[in-house]
């Protein structure tokens, strides 16, 4: 081992370090800035959700209003939605999960082999617009190609296909169709991206032996770009279940249910996060709306532990 020279302070090189980094590293002091005062300051406030809070009561409220123990988090598990706002919130994220997951995987691999540059980025690009289009502006426009006299209904009435109007947007039967379909289109462009990533820094010697030893570009695909991102997947994965009761990949649950639900689809677009907004939230509920909050988050907590358990078990990759 090297013996440490006489005269050099250590901490001496980390703080040229830092110097020669500065402006990187400001860059790095916003980021934990913000996350500190938005994301870590703000958990005080838990401590409403076992409490009798009411916003008359102020800031000061937080601290002095009446200890109720659990009895928000017992009436949320006892009421008599409770089942149904459970099983949509998982039917949903779980769909979206299934199908919108592999896709932007598979979009990424297929852009890969895209050898034009140009067509490469033209696509690319219009593939990831419509994750910049707000919900808002999906919703109204589901509403106007969707609706009785949309142009869904017009092209499948004149390809004879149905002989009246598909209620699209009313009908508990087509609204998870339509939430998992508009969460694959505005989503695989944008998560395409950070496989891409991955791709572009896998070594191009490994595909250069392959191919001289004959492989073709399926065998090339199989053996070496998906095992070389298979880092980054299970990375996406994990966050992916974390965020299970928020909607999975996408984590758009509750704009979609919240813009496109109505009284004739609410059997299955009733989700836990409109039903928060409905009670805990119009009603001036907050603190019954926080331990709901904090029942998905430990949920949310402890399915990110698991998955990434398993994973490093069944793949030897993990988040942490």
């Not at 409220?61 to 949509?88: A, C, H, I």
């Not at 595909?207 to 004959?214: N, R, T």
């Not at 399926?218 to 990375?235: A, D």
């Not at 928060?276 to 926080?290: D, E, P, Q, W």
Request: positive net charge; aromatic residues 14%; contains cysteine.
């Amino acid at each position: 081992m090297k013996k440490r020279e006489k005269g050099k302070d250590p901490q001496a090189g980390v703080w040229k370090q830092f110097w020669k980094q500065r402006y990187l590293q400001i860059f790095v002091l916003v980021g934990i800035a913000y996350v500190f005062i938005f994301n870590y300051i703000p958990m005080v406030g838990l401590i409403i959700g076992f409490k009798d809070y009411k916003i008359t009561s102020g800031l000061e409220g937080m601290f002095t209003s009446t200890w109720v123990g659990l009895k928000n988090f017992q009436e949320f598990f006892t009421d008599y939605k409770f089942p149904e706002l459970l099983r949509n919130t998982l039917v949903l994220s779980i769909l979206k999960l299934i199908f919108s997951f592999p896709i932007p995987i598979l979009f990424a691999v297929l852009l890969n082999e895209v050898r034009s540059k140009k067509t490469k980025k033209f696509i690319q690009t219009v593939s990831y617009l419509p994750y910049f289009v707000s919900w808002v502006i999906v919703a109204g426009l589901l509403r106007i190609f969707a609706s009785d006299t949309g142009i869904i209904n017009n092209i499948l009435m004149s390809m004879h296909l149905i002989q009246q109007p598909l209620e699209l947007l009313t009908s508990p039967k087509y609204f998870t169709v339509i939430a998992v379909l508009t969460a694959i289109w505005k989503d695989t462009g944008w998560w395409a991206i950070v496989f891409l990533a991955a791709i572009t820094g896998i070594d191009p010697t490994l595909y250069e032996a392959a191919e001289m030893d004959g492989a073709s570009r399926i065998k090339r695909i199989r053996y070496i770009t998906i095992p070389c991102i298979s880092g980054t997947v299970t990375v996406v994965l994990i966050m992916a279940l974390g965020n299970l009761l928020g909607g999975g990949l996408s984590g758009s649950n509750f704009e979609q249910c919240y813009l496109l639900g109505n009284q004739g689809n609410m059997a299955v677009s009733d989700i836990i996060q409109t039903y928060v907004m409905r009670i805990g939230l119009s009603n001036a509920r907050y603190s019954f709306a926080t331990a709901v909050g904090m029942f998905q988050s430990v949920i949310s907590v402890t399915l990110v532990f698991i998955s990434n358990f398993i994973s490093k078990k069944v793949s030897g990759n993990g988040l942490f």
